[in-house]
């Protein structure tokens, strides 16, 4: 099982674009599920994180105040909204699942230190000046 994060693109700065988290064979709604990305060059770093309910959310001081992290359980899809783009957003974004999967990585997301894996592949970020 694996998740698959959509929605990424060619955006100017300043723009906005949704992002979404989707699992073929697992219901979300059971997990805690984050979002990451991962620069050319750069370790993976965590962007934002819900909990299953949805009642808690976090995130890193870059996308504080900027993105937004959601839920639909019914849609058993996770999304990450993001706005006022910068060109230092430009990065591969990845969604996971909270939990010590056997690819799991411990990531920071604001105040908490995660494991996360169920690691699929990433939708492209590019903000343009």
């Known amino acids: 099982v694996q998740l698959q994060a959509s929605g990424g693109g060619l955006v100017h700065i300043g723009g906005s674009l949704r992002l979404s988290c989707v699992a073929s064979e697992l219901s979300l709604e059971r997990y805690a599920i984050g979002w990451f990305r991962q620069a050319p060059g750069k370790e993976r770093e965590g962007v934002s994180y819900?909990?299953?309910?949805?009642?808690?959310?976090y995130y890193s001081d870059s996308a504080k105040g900027r993105f937004a992290i959601s839920r639909d359980n019914a849609k058993n899809t996770v999304y990450l909204q993001m706005n006022s783009l910068k060109p230092e957003d430009t990065a591969v974004y990845y969604c996971a699942v909270q939990g010590a999967y056997s690819d799991y990585e411990s990531i920071d997301i604001g105040p908490l230190t995660g494991d996360f894996g169920l690691w699929g592949q990433g939708t492209q970020v590019t903000v343009s000046s």
């Open positions: 819900i909990s299953s309910t949805g009642t808690s959310t």
